[in-house]
């Protein structure tokens, strides 16, 4: 019996030995990613530049598939006790993050236990703000911030007599103008990517308008939709109206639409910030013609349009299971791998080559001291959006937290399929949206509360 | 059959182990596990669960949107089944014939069996995609508005082809090794008493493929029902609205995309029976049909 439990005490001796040992080495940091090429490959780099600048920790990247499939991954591999330390996570996943208890180890708790310090006051507010609790501690790392703006191709533009320097400001003339292209024989005149996104979540928060109660989730698991409001009604039935009179073509979900600008078929588009790497290379014409404005709205309701909210990912710290945490070490590499990408160097140079934002404001003063956005005319249209307005968030524009989302957009994005379709009107869509989303939020609160 | 007899039972229960541990590792624990889970609500990291007993095949079996993808499951599948044994059917009455090539022939049918269901659904995305596929672009320039990204019936049509040629070649393999085992003499006979080829067809060829029209149709159920996850996945992914989602593609959203093990589990479980009652129907009927 006795010998029984000095083996068992030896085993238990190794198990916790063996983090201690790895110490004498680099320790090594599992950190997964959802972005495809090139963005992954530009992550990658930052991740072995932070390798090459010290010698006591050892990022390893590996892509994961999109971001709902990272997240599927980090979720499944901490159930088996194996999961990363850091995970790349789409802001969709926040919800879901903000409620995982100890599945997750919070931005604040860990700088304060590892003494590393990372100045947050020099954030965009818009960014500071989504991954932050509602006392402004932050819960995880942004990184890959970006917002939804127009892009539009200015040769189009020039074939259907529109000015090419000048994008509509707001949905009369956005439908206009897709009429001239469609006229001027452009197949597409205006798609979008992401459409929950830019459509129901971007046209919202600029209208000042809630999509959920609570501020938008910020205030507590029992919020609800509001989607079926008079706002969105309204923005629905023009989508639906321009669908029908060919200026509005449905591009498939998530990023599909994207390709269908990125060749040339569409004049205009609502895609991500960060999509500006992609159309720069692959757009017929280059840089020379693709325009870039920010999202449209209703120019006769008051108070419109104020800011727009991120979206794009941040970076969570992740215990390793339900088992166990990590080592001081660990952390501690964790910590000195965030404070490393907050550099603002580092996030200059990030913004610069792909279009997501720049994250602090010393980064985004350096990179317009550089005459960058001269030179990249456009390119600085996403802060621009972002600081829109009395420069204040409000609760409509803070941002969205509600547990459960990737669930929800998916069932917003079916209702709105449905309506184009022409199975159903504009209100419909929304009301079953809200109904349907609704069930997600319940059932979030039941199984999150304990 | 020559029976063989053991002396003891420890050998004959060693020889049985591989195949035993095999099921129970891979079958029975999955699936008890997924048994469990059906009757537990927990949240994504599986910090906190709760047993809630019939509760959430309650919901599954109360949710309308379940039960139009159980109709839409059993439209899609009787498609399926229909049009891949048809056409292997009318392939494989053609390639038994003597024909120039029929080796090749036969070799060439065989082949889409070899590819993967994602692929396959690639091919035809390449095919039919209204902006980039070749027939997607043709038909709407020839006026014909085609785009199964929005419309719920292109996409259906759309999935049900690619999921039936796939199963094609599996069909007309058996077909072809039924048509090659009826006995030549029986068919002779129907044509010196003046029987036409079709009428030969008909009364003669079809009656005597029944057992294994039969067996096929089963599969072919089975696959429709089980199989074809990657075709949907690679194609429609379920939309646009809900249009493609069937039974086990729901299973995933619900599960792998959504979180919701508990509903997911309950869900797999229902199909589990399903499939059972299929196979036993089928065990049934075979065996009765065997003796033609």
Same mark, same amino acid.
């Given at each position: 019996?006795?010998?029984?439990?000095?083996?068992?005490?030896?085993?238990?001796?190794?198990?916790?030995?063996?983090?201690?040992?790895?110490?004498?080495?680099?320790?090594?940091?599992?950190?997964?990613?959802?972005?495809?090429?090139?963005?992954?490959?530009?992550?990658?780099?930052?991740?072995?530049?932070?390798?090459?600048?010290?010698?006591?920790?050892?990022?390893?990247?590996?892509?994961?598939?999109?971001?709902?499939?990272?997240?599927?991954?980090?979720?499944?591999?901490?159930?088996?006790?194996?999961?990363?330390?850091?995970?790349?996570?789409?802001?969709?996943?926040?919800?879901?993050?903000?409620?995982?208890?100890?599945?997750?180890?919070?931005?604040?708790?860990?700088?304060?236990?590892?003494?590393?310090?990372?100045?947050?006051?020099?954030?965009?507010?818009?960014?500071?703000?989504?991954?932050?609790?509602?006392?402004?501690?932050?819960?995880?790392?942004?990184?890959?911030?970006?917002?939804?703006?127009?892009?539009?191709?200015?040769?189009?533009?020039?074939?259907?007599?529109?000015?090419?320097?000048?994008?509509?400001?707001?949905?009369?003339?956005?439908?206009?103008?897709? @009429?001239?292209?469609?006229?001027?024989?452009?197949?597409?005149?205006?798609?979008?990517?992401?459409?929950?996104?830019?459509?129901?979540?971007?046209?919202?928060?600029?209208?000042?308008?809630?999509?959920?109660?609570?501020?938008?989730?910020?205030?507590?698991?029992?919020?609800?939709?509001?989607?079926?409001?008079?706002?969105? @009604?309204?923005?629905?039935?023009?989508?639906?109206?321009?669908?029908?009179?060919?200026?509005?073509?449905?591009?498939?979900?998530?990023?599909?639409?994207?390709?269908?600008?990125?060749?040339?078929?569409?004049?205009?588009?609502?895609?991500?910030?960060?999509?500006?790497?992609?159309?720069?290379?692959?757009?017929?014409?280059?840089?020379?013609?693709?325009?870039?404005?920010?999202?449209?709205?209703?120019?006769?309701?008051?108070?419109?349009?104020?800011?727009?909210?991120?979206?794009?990912?941040?970076?969570?710290?992740?215990?390793?299971?339900?088992?166990?945490?990590?080592?001081?070490?660990?952390?501690?590499?964790?910590?000195?791998?965030?404070?490393?990408?907050?550099?603002?160097?580092?996030?200059?140079?990030?913004?610069?080559?792909?279009?997501?934002?720049?994250?602090?404001?010393?980064?985004?003063?350096?990179?317009?001291?550089?005459?960058?956005?001269?030179?990249?005319?456009?390119?600085?249209?996403?802060?621009?959006?972002?600081?829109?307005?009395?420069?204040?968030?409000?609760?409509?524009?803070?941002?969205?937290?509600?547990?459960?989302?990737?669930?929800?957009?998916?069932?917003?994005?079916?209702?709105?399929?449905?309506?184009?379709?022409?199975?159903?009107?504009?209100? @419909?869509?929304?009301?079953?949206?809200?109904?349907?989303?609704?069930?997600?939020?319940?059932?979030?609160?039941?199984?999150?509360?304990? | 059959?020559?029976?063989?007899?053991?002396?003891?039972?420890?050998?004959?229960?060693?020889?049985?182990?591989?195949?035993?541990?095999?099921?129970?590792?891979?079958?029975?624990?999955?699936?008890?596990?997924?048994?469990?889970?059906?009757?537990?609500?927990?949240?994504?990291?599986?910090?906190?669960?709760?047993?809630?007993?019939?509760?959430?095949?309650?919901?599954?079996?109360?949710?309308?949107?379940?039960? &139009?993808?159980?109709?839409?499951?059993?439209?899609?599948?009787?498609?399926?089944?229909?049009?891949?044994?048809?056409?292997?059917?009318?392939?494989?009455?053609?390639? &038994?014939?003597?024909?120039?090539?029929?080796?090749?022939?036969?070799?060439?049918?065989?082949?889409?069996?070899?590819?993967?269901?994602?692929?396959?659904?690639?091919?035809?995305?390449?095919?039919?995609?209204?902006?980039?596929?070749?027939?997607?672009?043709?038909?709407?320039?020839?006026?014909?508005?085609?785009?199964?990204?929005? &419309?719920?019936?292109?996409?259906?049509?759309?999935?049900?082809?690619?999921?039936?040629?796939?199963?094609?070649?599996?069909?007309?393999?058996?077909?072809?090794?039924?048509?090659?085992?009826?006995?030549?003499?029986?068919?002779?006979?129907?044509?010196? &008493?003046?029987?036409?080829?079709?009428?030969?067809?008909?009364?003669?060829?079809?009656?005597?493929?029944?057992?294994?029209?039969?067996?096929?149709?089963?599969?072919?159920?089975?696959?429709?029902?089980?199989?074809?996850?990657?075709?949907?996945?690679?194609?429609?992914?379920?939309?646009?609205?809900?249009?493609?989602?069937?039974?086990?593609?729901?299973?995933?959203?619900?599960?792998?995309?959504?979180?919701?093990?508990?509903?997911?589990?309950?869900?797999?479980?229902?199909?589990?029976?399903?499939?059972?009652?299929?196979?036993?129907?089928?065990?049934?009927?075979?065996?009765?049909?065997?003796?033609?």
């Amino acid at each position: 019996m006795l010998r029984r439990r000095d083996l068992a005490l030896a085993t238990a001796g190794t198990a916790i030995a063996a983090p201690a040992l790895a110490q004498s080495g680099p320790v090594e940091i599992q950190f997964w990613h959802g972005l495809a090429q090139p963005l992954g490959g530009l992550l990658e780099a930052i991740a072995g530049q932070f390798n090459e600048s010290q010698n006591r920790a050892r990022i390893v990247s590996s892509f994961r598939g999109g971001y709902p499939e990272t997240m599927v991954a980090a979720i499944a591999a901490f159930r088996a006790n194996a999961a990363p330390h850091i995970v790349q996570m789409f802001e969709v996943g926040t919800g879901t993050m903000m409620a995982a208890g100890r599945a997750i180890k919070p931005l604040h708790e860990l700088l304060r236990e590892t003494g590393v310090s990372i100045n947050f006051d020099d954030y965009l507010p818009a960014v500071r703000g989504y991954y932050s609790l509602a006392d402004g501690r932050m819960m995880s790392m942004p990184f890959n911030s970006s917002t939804a703006i127009m892009f539009y191709n200015k040769d189009a533009f020039r074939r259907a007599g529109l000015n090419p320097e000048q994008a509509p400001r707001n949905w009369a003339e956005m439908r206009q103008a897709a @009429q001239r292209l469609r006229a001027a024989g452009v197949e597409i005149p205006f798609t979008t990517a992401w459409p929950t996104w830019t459509q129901i979540e971007q046209q919202s928060a600029i209208h000042n308008v809630e999509i959920a109660s609570l501020e938008n989730g910020f205030g507590g698991l029992n919020t609800e939709l509001r989607l079926n409001n008079p706002l969105m @009604q309204r923005h629905f039935t023009t989508l639906l109206e321009m669908g029908r009179e060919g200026g509005f073509r449905w591009g498939g979900r998530d990023a599909a639409g994207d390709a269908l600008f990125a060749n040339g078929q569409a004049g205009m588009v609502h895609a991500s910030s960060g999509a500006r790497a992609r159309f720069v290379r692959e757009l017929p014409g280059g840089v020379a013609n693709l325009g870039a404005a920010m999202l449209p709205f209703y120019d006769d309701v008051s108070g419109a349009p104020i800011n727009s909210i991120i979206g794009g990912a941040s970076f969570w710290a992740m215990n390793r299971g339900p088992a166990g945490g990590r080592s001081e070490a660990e952390n501690r590499a964790i910590a000195e791998f965030f404070a490393f990408i907050a550099r603002p160097e580092v996030a200059a140079k990030w913004h610069t080559d792909t279009g997501f934002l720049p994250v602090t404001r010393t980064a985004f003063e350096a990179v317009r001291a550089t005459g960058f956005y001269t030179q990249n005319p456009g390119a600085d249209i996403p802060i621009q959006q972002l600081l829109r307005g009395s420069g204040t968030m409000t609760g409509a524009s803070r941002g969205i937290r509600l547990g459960g989302f990737v669930e929800i957009r998916t069932i917003m994005q079916e209702e709105m399929e449905r309506a184009l379709q022409g199975q159903q009107g504009a209100e @419909q869509a929304l009301a079953n949206s809200v109904q349907r989303g609704n069930v997600v939020l319940r059932n979030f609160e039941r199984t999150n509360r304990g | 059959m020559r029976k063989v007899h053991f002396k003891g039972v420890a050998l004959p229960w060693l020889l049985l182990l591989p195949q035993l541990v095999i099921t129970g590792v891979f079958f029975f624990w999955p699936a008890g596990q997924a048994v469990w889970q059906s009757f537990l609500r927990e949240d994504a990291f599986g910090l906190s669960s709760q047993f809630v007993g019939f509760e959430n095949f309650a919901d599954v079996l109360a949710d309308p949107s379940w039960l &139009d993808a159980a109709g839409r499951t059993l439209v899609f599948s009787v498609a399926v089944a229909f049009l891949a044994l048809a056409s292997a059917l009318f392939l494989a009455v053609q390639a &038994d014939k003597q024909i120039r090539g029929a080796n090749a022939y036969k070799t060439l049918l065989i082949w889409p069996y070899a590819v993967a269901p994602a692929l396959a659904a690639v091919l035809w995305l390449f095919m039919f995609h209204p902006n980039i596929g070749i027939f997607g672009r043709m038909l709407n320039a020839m006026g014909i508005a085609w785009d199964y990204k929005l &419309d719920g019936t292109q996409a259906m049509i759309l999935v049900i082809l690619a999921s039936a040629w796939k199963q094609v070649s599996y069909n007309f393999i058996f077909f072809l090794a039924g048509l090659q085992s009826i006995p030549k003499s029986v068919l002779e006979a129907a044509a010196i &008493d003046g029987a036409r080829p079709l009428r030969r067809f008909w009364t003669v060829t079809f009656p005597l493929l029944s057992p294994t029209a039969f067996f096929l149709l089963v599969v072919n159920l089975v696959y429709a029902f089980f199989d074809t996850f990657g075709v949907i996945h690679s194609l429609t992914q379920g939309g646009p609205g809900k249009s493609t989602e069937t039974l086990i593609y729901r299973v995933y959203t619900d599960g792998v995309m959504n979180l919701n093990l508990g509903s997911s589990a309950a869900q797999s479980v229902i199909l589990m029976i399903l499939v059972i009652g299929l196979t036993i129907i089928q065990f049934r009927y075979v065996e009765r049909k065997v003796h033609y």
